[in-house]
């Protein structure tokens, strides 16, 4: 897969995004960071951690942290039901983490002059998206992957 | 094929002789007359030095070279070891071991040519009389030139050369270069034979060619030989240089050869020249001595002697080697792979376990089998971690040179006793070791022992004793750090502590002694008086500390004034799969190693006190503080609180805690996995396991709970 992206990022200049809901809201999160997409699997707690972190979960043996991005964004907290999805991150320099989403919805193809830099939103959720980018009339933020990691470590 | 793929071999085996050098002088030290030592110590600079020369590192070649040259002097009993010599090899060494580090880091020996050593080595050797020396250096190498060109074709194999080999010699030939024949002989336990020989090469062609090799080239670099193979080479130079060369590559027993006679090579044939090519050489050997020999005749016992030495020794190693040659060496990441593996396959067998019973499968045979399983299963794992296992001896034996640096650079008369150096520990906490006992060792030498005045004063002996004790006990490797110095003074402890705001007078009066102490594990807490240039500069024993708390070890201090110190470090012999206790707090499953716990006991709601405010049980005449640990989890207990208590006593050093569960699940082989950096915070959470149902539990540090 990560082939097929980077040449298609070479060619057309398109980045393929994950497009995924919280609230109302439509987040876009870079596919070559995301390792898999899981269904809500059962977390197992952890006493004493920053209430954005939600626990560990067994992902084929190993125990990765799951956070929720809605915590971490000053929204309510999650309420999982069947559309709730762990979408595991790997980023080089950080540690494999799960983050909680309310749905994931498509994969887009954007390319740059579809994204506009962030305006001066001053909302706590605004606070970790990096560009706004169009699509299809709607809009999508792009989350801001390493500052959300950088922030918790 | 480039040298550099045996840079590692070379790194590992320098660092091997260094070690050896080191210990070895520090005994002539003590024994300066001992030849064996003075044997021991001339053979590995000589090692040394062949595969300095053969990595192309000139300039330790050099160094070493004038080393050796002292301890050849020293073993013909022309020079007789000083303390200032002493002082001047240590110095050596270092500077040695600065070349070894900097090639580790940057594959080149640097540029420092160490020339005031250098000059004080050749000052050394000069001391004893030079021409002396010179006269006997040469005498020395004529016989040994006789005894290695004696014998001429019988160190070809026989084998007859190609027509492209042929051309090459005839073109040799041509450009007026001699032709010899040379039979390398490879030590009987040598582990990497293949990658001997391409040192071999290497060295051969450093000033001459290779034409022709039996076995081929291709084969030899196979390891497709036995324990010799044999060279045609042709060079515009002596032979004699080529044959020093080669027998300063490691592990080759020796390297003889003569001109090589084209024409036998048809008659030698004939197998018997080859089959016993030791013998033949052997006559040839002494007749050829016999006429060099002979013009110096006073020096000709001493020669014998000399020529006997080696022979010996030799034979001494061989004895003494089949162990080592029975090893191999391995990367630890094949071994970290094979124990991740074992991992796997525990974690799948406890899943076998909780599905079988799940399905309330009741068959006997299938019960047998599982149960069969799990003896292969926890026997693969101790095998496993029993490769991993490595003595201290590697860290350790680094030490007494310390301490002796140490002694000499504050002129505290000190010593150390080692024991238990054997003592055996996963290999990545042998590696991480080192910096938290070598810093113990200095605390002690520094601050521990007092100086000698005051010992004699105080009546005791004048040089100070640091005391370093490995032993197993159970499943923890105990390391013992103890001095007969000063002590720990608790009440400064005290004092600094309230200077510094750590505690207030109140708090710092009523904490007992050994919390005061436990101070001293805190960051930027040193009672040093003045700041030496050992220690005392404030970074120390929390580092000590949590470098041992990162290898779930845990360390203690016993101290009484006057009297000495006792460091005590603790470390489980396993990082990844533990026995464990499986329990319920609040429904959900914890585990609690098994080692930290004495007893479980059940406990009546009426029998817990309260002292001071903190739930107590007096359980066989102990108080031991009781730790609720549904409140430490933040979670609600599903007991009935007036039912009576399981209570899991758990037990640090002495101390004793008990920990109020919910319901007992039984006992568990776990493989602890990391909870990862995001959430370590939780100081008591010492990791994760999965369980066979694939649920995670959580592992409970008990010693952060006591």
Avoid at chain 2, 355 to 374: F, K, M, R, V
Avoid at chain 2, 512 to 530: E, H, M, V
Wanted: aromatic share 4%; net charge negative.
């Amino acid at each position: 897969m990560a082939n097929e992206l980077s040449t298609n990022v070479n060619t057309n200049e398109l980045t393929q995004y994950i497009v995924i809901k919280i609230g109302d809201e439509q987040y876009g999160i870079d596919i070559k960071y995301i390792d898999n997409i899981v269904r809500l699997p059962q977390i197992t707690r952890v006493p004493k951690v920053p209430a954005h972190f939600l626990g560990v979960i067994n992902l084929r043996g190993e125990v990765i942290p799951v956070m929720s991005l809605r915590i971490k964004m000053g929204l309510e907290a999650d309420s999982p039901n069947k559309d709730t999805r762990i979408i595991i991150i790997k980023m080089a320099q950080y540690e494999a983490i799960g983050m909680m989403v309310d749905s994931v919805k498509e994969v887009v193809n954007l390319s740059s002059e579809m994204i506009e830099a962030m305006g001066n939103d001053k909302r706590e959720e605004a606070a970790y998206v990096r560009g706004i980018g169009k699509h299809d009339g709607g809009l999508i933020s792009l989350l801001d992957l390493e500052l959300i990691l950088q922030e918790i470590q | 094929m480039d040298v550099s793929q045996y840079l590692d071999i070379f790194l590992d085996e320098s660092k091997e002789h260094l070690q050896n050098l080191n210990t070895s002088v520090l005994n002539l030290e003590q024994d300066a007359e001992n030849p064996e030592t003075i044997g021991e110590i001339f053979r590995s600079a000589h090692t040394l030095k062949g595969m300095a020369g053969t990595m192309g590192f000139k300039r330790m070649q050099t160094l070493t070279h004038d080393m050796e040259n002292v301890f050849s002097e020293v073993r013909d009993g022309n020079l007789k070891i000083n303390a200032g010599m002493i002082d001047v090899l240590f110095r050596c060494l270092d500077a040695l071991e600065e070349y070894v580090s900097i090639i580790q880091e940057t594959s080149d020996e640097g540029d420092n040519d160490n020339e005031p050593i250098i000059k004080e080595l050749n000052d050394i050797l000069a001391s004893k009389g030079s021409e002396d020396a010179a006269a006997k250096e040469e005498t020395a190498a004529k016989p040994a030139a006789a005894e290695n060109t004696a014998a001429s074709t019988s160190f070809w194999s026989g084998r007859e050369l190609t027509e492209e080999e042929q051309k090459s010699m005839e073109d040799a030939m041509m450009a007026n270069k001699k032709i010899y024949a040379v039979t390398v002989y490879v030590e009987e336990n040598c582990l990497l034979k293949a990658a001997r020989a391409f040192l071999v090469f290497k060295a051969i062609e450093e000033n001459s060619e290779i034409i022709a090799a039996d076995p081929s080239t291709q084969d030899i670099e196979d390891e497709k030989f036995d324990l010799q193979f044999s060279l045609i080479i042709s060079s515009e130079g002596e032979l004699e240089p080529v044959l020093t060369a080669i027998k300063g590559v490691s592990e080759i027993a020796d390297a003889k050869g003569g001109l090589f006679d084209a024409d036998s090579i048809g008659e030698s044939v004939d197998s018997t020249e080859t089959a016993a090519p030791e013998e033949k050489q052997e006559e040839a050997v002494t007749e050829a001595v016999a006429p060099v020999t002979a013009p110096v005749t006073i020096e000709a016992p001493k020669k014998a002697e000399e020529k006997k030495a080696p022979a010996k020794t030799g034979g001494e190693k061989k004895s003494g080697k089949p162990a080592v040659g029975r090893s191999v060496r391995v990367d630890i990441e094949k071994l970290d792979s094979l124990m991740n593996l074992v991992s796997e396959l525990i974690i799948a067998k406890n899943s076998l376990v909780s599905g079988a019973t799940n399905a309330g499968e009741n068959s006997g045979a299938l019960h047998d089998q599982i149960e069969y399983l799990e003896s292969v299963t926890t026997n693969l794992h101790e095998s496993v971690m029993k490769v991993r296992m490595v003595p201290i001896e590697s860290v350790v034996s680094k030490f007494p040179r310390m301490i002796r640096d140490i002694s000499k650079q504050l002129n505290k008369p000190m010593e150390l006793f080692m024991s238990g150096e054997e003592t055996e520990l996963d290999r990545t906490v042998v590696d991480e070791i080192g910096d938290p006992l070598m810093h113990m060792l200095r605390n002690s030498a520094d601050h521990g022992l007092e100086m000698p005045d005051v010992r004699i004063a105080r009546g005791k002996p004048e040089s100070g004793s640091i005391y370093l004790d490995a032993y197993q006990d159970g499943n923890n490797v105990v390391i013992e750090v103890r001095d007969d110095g000063n002590g720990i003074d608790v009440n400064a402890v005290r004092e600094k502590a309230i200077e510094r705001g750590v505690m207030t007078e109140e708090q710092a009066n009523n904490a007992d002694d050994s919390d005061i102490i436990n101070l001293l594990f805190l960051p930027s807490f040193s009672t040093a008086k003045k700041v030496s240039d050992l220690s005392g500069r404030g970074v120390g024993l929390d580092v000590v500390k949590s470098k041992i708390e990162a290898l779930s070890g845990e360390v203690d201090v016993k101290t009484k004034l006057g009297e000495g110190t006792t460091f005590t470090i603790r470390l489980p012999l396993t990082l990844a799969i533990i026995q464990a206790l499986m329990v319920v707090v609040g429904g959900e499953k914890y585990a609690i190693a098994l080692s930290g716990i004495t007893t479980i006991e059940n406990i009546e709601p009426s029998e817990v006190k309260t002292v001071q405010s903190k739930e107590v049980i007096n359980l066989r005449g102990n108080v031991i503080p009781l730790v609720r640990l549904d409140e430490v989890l933040d979670i609600e207990s599903t007991r009935d609180p007036a039912s009576s208590m399981v209570v899991v006593i758990a037990k640090k050093g002495e101390k004793l805690a008990g920990l109020v569960v919910d319901e007992l699940i039984g006992q568990q082989e776990i493989v602890i996995k990391s909870l990862g950096k995001y959430i370590n915070k939780c100081k008591f959470i010492s990791g994760a396991t999965i369980l066979g149902d694939g649920e995670i539990a959580l592992i409970i540090d008990t010693n952060a709970l006591i």
